[in-house]
């Protein structure tokens, strides 16, 4: 069973639609702390501010059984914001604590001449070093991004993949059964469908 994180993100409806386009049938969109029971895989989406995401999950009782359910090793894959959660805090509008299941933090992108924010579009991930959830990307493995912060994760063993935006941002992350991906990859066209069937291809 696919557990999709339901919290009241914007996104939730096009993850869906992938999903479903890639045959996925027994999803359970989760909302409270007993529909997380029996997942084998966890998908948290997620668009917004970090403090009010949390706040969100928190309100539903989902922060600990989350964490407990990745720390018993059932593969996460956070999309976007539900990437900057594994992280420690977020500044983003006062520091917010995140779910701290990765060291790091989540902050704004710097004023740099030339480069806009919100960072918004299409970009290429340059592979830093191997993970599943890369595998057998095609072509050159363009991705579409939307957001105004960035994750800054404090091992860097932990990043997979970055993006050139005026600096070198995290763009994946991976550790053991815990992978995030700050772009969406229910809008990255064939690069977002071959990460989602990575994704739901890990032994559960």
């Given at each position: 069973m696919l557990a999709v994180i339901d919290y009241g993100a914007g996104n939730l409806r096009s993850v869906?639609?992938?999903?479903?386009?890639?045959?996925?049938?027994?999803?359970?969109?989760?909302?409270?702390p007993y529909e997380l029971n029996g997942a084998h895989k966890i998908i948290l989406p997620g668009v917004g501010a970090f403090g009010a995401g949390m706040q969100k999950l928190h309100e539903q009782?989902?922060?600990?059984?989350?964490?407990?359910?990745?720390r018993a090793g059932i593969p996460y894959l956070g999309i976007c914001l539900g990437m900057q959660f594994l992280f420690d805090y977020s500044d983003e509008m006062g520091d917010h604590q995140g779910l701290g299941l990765l060291p790091g933090h989540v902050?704004?992108?710097?004023?740099t001449p030339g480069y806009k924010v919100p960072h918004m579009g299409w970009n290429a991930l340059r592979i830093v070093r191997e993970?599943?959830?890369?595998?057998?990307?095609?072509?050159?493995?363009?991705?579409?991004?939307?957001?105004?912060?960035?994750?800054?994760?404090?091992?860097?063993?932990?990043?997979?993949?970055?993006?050139?935006?005026?600096?070198?941002?995290?763009?994946?992350?991976q550790r053991?059964?815990?992978?995030?991906?700050?772009?969406?990859?229910?809008?990255?066209?064939?690069?977002?469908?071959?990460?989602?069937?990575?994704?739901?291809?890990l032994p559960a």
């Open positions: 869906l639609h992938a999903l479903s386009h890639l045959g996925v049938e027994s999803i359970r969109l989760v909302r409270t009782g989902l922060v600990k059984p989350i964490s407990d359910a990745v902050t704004r992108f710097p004023e993970t599943p959830l890369l595998r057998d990307l095609p072509g050159e493995g363009y991705a579409y991004f939307v957001h105004s912060y960035y994750c800054a994760p404090a091992e860097p063993s932990d990043v997979a993949a970055v993006v050139d935006y005026g600096i070198a941002f995290t763009a994946v992350v053991d059964n815990i992978y995030g991906v700050q772009f969406h990859p229910e809008k990255s066209q064939r690069t977002g469908l071959r990460i989602l069937t990575n994704f739901l291809e």
